[in-house]
């Protein structure tokens, strides 16, 4: 079974970056489509962005522009780098593999 790791999430001021990890543990991550998702308080969770196994990525419509999803089959790990932080994305963020989802990392930009 998958066990998913994220890691990077912290405070950051409005404008800055930050690059957040999601490591894959007891599989190969190479063979499911991956994805970011973040939930705010009192929200429902969003999509952030999708990966396929091919590589093919989409975003959601409110980070279109600041933000790069990636992964690394080798190290069996995905990533997420947000640029241009906005205080509306803080929030909880999640990794997902397939049906299965990590514990979350918290991201909160301060305005």
């Known amino acids: 079974q998958v066990q998913l790791v994220e890691s990077g999430g912290g405070l950051v001021q409005a404008g800055g970056s930050l690059r957040l990890s999601c490591a894959a543990s007891g599989s190969a991550i190479s063979i499911a489509p991956m994805g970011w998702y973040r939930q705010a308080p009192g929200k429902q969770r969003e999509l952030v962005a999708m990966i396929t196994v091919g590589g093919s990525t989409n975003y959601g419509d409110s980070v279109k522009g600041r933000a790069t999803i990636s992964r690394d089959n080798a190290k069996n790990t995905m990533y997420l780098q947000m640029n241009s932080l906005k205080p509306e994305d803080t929030a909880t963020y999640y990794c997902?593999?397939?049906?299965?989802w990590g514990q979350g990392t918290q991201v909160t930009v301060s305005s």
């Open positions: 997902s593999y397939g049906p299965l």
